[in-house]
């Protein structure tokens, strides 16, 4: 899971970086923020998982230990 999760971030990077390539070139606006906003979806599904709850587990090492 760990893989994935790094795989996600690293796609998220290069989302953003072909983003601001994109906007700098004065490319389609359109795709830009889509390009943008595909990014954020990413990071924000990383932190869903990997971000603590309230007892102190995440979601991440919940799903490696199996169903209880």
Do not use: C, F, H
């Not at 899971?1 to 795989?7: C, P, Q």
């Not at 953003?16 to 906007?23: D, I, P």
């Amino acid at each position: 899971m760990d893989t994935v999760l790094s795989i996600v971030m690293l796609a998220a990077i290069a989302l953003l970086a072909g983003a601001y390539w994109l906007w700098r070139r004065a490319g389609p606006i359109k795709q830009v923020w889509l390009m943008v906003l595909l990014a954020l979806i990413m990071l924000a599904n990383v932190a869903i998982w990997t971000i603590p709850a309230s007892d102190g587990t995440a979601p991440i090492d919940r799903a490696e230990t199996g169903p209880e």
